[in-house]
């Protein structure tokens, strides 16, 4: 009774370790705003952390079969291999697909990751698991000003109608060019015969966060100028 008691004991703690370091990363997405934060991070790395101790233990339920004559076969990793299995559709669910880019992703990988951290911690690997956790929430909070230094594009779309002048076209060109970390991609038009309105679609992009709001007022200044549209575009 003794040992069972030890080894008990010896339970709990690693499913509140795990609960603790689970509930650590997802802190850090609810401070983010994100749906899976510190509640769903706590209980996926709990949970995981039980399907590991499970898959430990399933070993002493059975330990009295013989294996010639039951058709019980024992693999310790299979519980542990569908937990991570089925990380994936709650992972889904975190991801959702804007029109300009894809957020999610993080607090996905983060559901997966903590999904490792209580299975290690029922496995008994200890240090290894503080030490991810570590990296995961360096990663999480002192990261960020090395991905600003990566300058990603900024995928835009314009849409400006007008009515209809020769030199439209070359002055909105213009306007553009004056801010050179914006590019234009290609450039799209239709014109509507009946109200003599020109509507130009133009993509863009640029290599930082540009203030569009000045382009487009510059842009609203243009003569005959009926609207002016700017968003988010798909990533090609």
Same mark, same amino acid.
């Not at 013989?66 to 693999?75: F, I, K, P, T, W």
């Given at each position: 009774m003794m040992f069972d008691s030890l080894g008990t004991l010896s339970d709990l703690v690693k499913l509140i370790l795990s609960a603790l370091l689970g509930g650590i990363i997802?802190?850090?997405?609810?401070?983010?705003?994100q749906a899976a934060g510190f509640r769903t991070y706590l209980i996926v790395s709990t949970g995981a952390c039980l399907m590991m101790l499970l898959?430990?233990?399933?070993?002493?339920?059975?330990?009295?079969?013989?294996?010639?004559?039951?058709?019980? +076969?024992?693999?310790?990793?299979?519980?542990?291999?569908?937990? =991570?299995?089925?990380?994936? *559709?709650?992972?889904?669910? $975190?991801i959702i697909k804007g029109k300009g880019a894809v957020?999610?992703?993080?607090?996905?990988?983060?559901?997966?990751a903590v999904?490792?951290?209580?299975?290690?911690i029922g496995a008994g690997y200890i240090a290894q698991t503080l030490f991810t956790t570590f990296l995961i929430l360096i990663s999480l909070y002192l990261m960020k000003p090395v991905r600003e230094l990566a300058h990603r594009r900024i995928y835009s779309s314009l849409t400006i109608s007008l009515r209809a002048?020769?030199?439209?076209?070359?002055?909105? +060109?213009?306007?553009?060019?004056?801010?050179?970390?914006?590019? =234009?991609?290609?450039?799209? *038009?239709?014109?509507?015969? $009946?109200?003599?309105?020109?509507?130009?679609?133009?993509?863009?992009?640029?290599?930082?966060?540009?203030?569009?709001?000045?382009?487009?007022?510059?842009?609203?200044?243009?003569s005959g100028v009926e609207e002016v549209r700017w968003e988010e575009s798909d990533v090609p």
């Open positions: 997802g802190f850090e997405r609810e401070a983010h705003g898959s430990l233990h399933i070993e002493e339920i059975y330990r009295n079969f013989n294996v010639s004559e039951s058709v019980v +076969r024992l693999d310790p990793g299979r519980i542990a291999s569908y937990a =991570i299995a089925s990380m994936g *559709f709650l992972g889904a669910g $975190a957020r999610g992703l993080t607090t996905a990988a983060g559901l997966w999904t490792g951290i209580g299975l290690s002048a020769d030199d439209a076209l070359a002055q909105i +060109r213009m306007i553009i060019s004056n801010y050179p970390m914006i590019f =234009i991609q290609h450039i799209n *038009f239709s014109f509507e015969k $009946a109200s003599g309105i020109t509507t130009y679609h133009i993509r863009v992009y640029s290599k930082e966060d540009k203030n569009w709001e000045h382009v487009v007022k510059r842009l609203t200044e243009l």
